[in-house]
T-cell receptor, first 114, second 113 residues
Framework: NAGVTQTPKFQVLKTGQSMTLQCAQD?????MSWYRQDPGMGLRLIHY???????DQGEVPNGYNVSRSTTEDFPLRLLSAAPSQTSVYFC?????????????FGPGTRLTVT | DQQVKQNSPSLSVQEGRISILNCDYT??????FLWYKKYPAEGPTFLIS?????DKNEDGRFTVFLNKSAKHLSLHIVPSQPGDSAVYFC????????????FGTGTRLTVIP
């Protein structure tokens, strides 16, 4: 099992550019989520999905879109990058969408917006 | 507004001694709590959890204590080892909802050999 994989590891964007952060898991997990980690802020939930075709907003969803067409993949789209989106992004998954199940995190994508 | 707080950004402990990491929360809806460990350039990994129906949970060298009335939890590591040096995040969730977590800001633990 590769677990949770994220690509790319690093990315530099100019303000206004768009891009997609990729996340995939091979554990047949129902629940997937995206967090961002900023200095002094901990990890904050951006969007999550409780199964294929079902997504919802987390704590800080503005500026991001997601979709979940398959169980395995949960891409995060930045439509028009802003410097405030400079952060480290983590994708996570868990077996069940209900609370209390261990979440497995990917290695992260470090994004810089200039 | 930060619903989960870790007020100590860093902690240094001698190898073999006890490490105590603290966490406070404000949302009374939280009813399960977790600790994650993070090494540089890696994602967080799950360490230990506790449900609000318990006040203590042990797993080897790691013990988590929960004081619901004070809205406080702590992680004890005994004995501390150099490999425990990492950033530790406290997280909380609500068992009536989806598996969404609220994280603290982290405490960097350094275990000195």
């Amino acid at each position: 099992n590769a677990g949770v994989t994220q690509t790319p590891k690093f990315q530099v964007l100019k303000t206004g550019q768009s891009m997609t952060l990729q996340c995939a898991q091979d554990m047949n997990h129902e629940y997937m989520s995206w967090y961002r980690q900023d200095p002094g802020m901990g990890l904050r939930l951006i969007h999550y999905s409780v199964g294929a075709g079902i997504t919802d907003q987390g704590e800080v969803p503005n500026g991001y879109n997601v979709s979940r067409s398959t169980t395995e993949d949960f891409p995060l789209r930045l439509l028009s990058a802003a410097p405030s989106q400079t952060s480290v992004y983590f994708c996570a998954s868990s077996y069940s969408p209900t609370a209390g199940y261990e979440q497995y995190f990917g290695p992260g994508t470090r994004l810089t917006v200039t | 507004d930060q619903q989960v707080k870790q007020n100590s950004p860093s902690l240094s402990v001698q190898e073999g001694r006890i490490s105590i990491l603290n966490c406070d929360y404000t949302n009374s809806m939280f009813d399960y709590f977790l600790w994650y460990k993070k090494y540089p350039a890696e994602g967080p990994t799950f360490l230990i959890s506790i449900s609000s129906i318990k006040d203590k949970n042990e797993d080897g060298r790691f013990t988590v204590f929960l004081n619901k009335s004070a809205k406080h939890l702590s992680l004890h590591i005994v004995p501390s080892q150099p490999g425990d040096s990492a950033v530790y995040f406290c997280a909380a969730g609500d068992q009536t909802g989806a598996n969404n977590l609220f994280f603290g800001t982290g405490t960097r633990l350094t275990v000195i050999p």
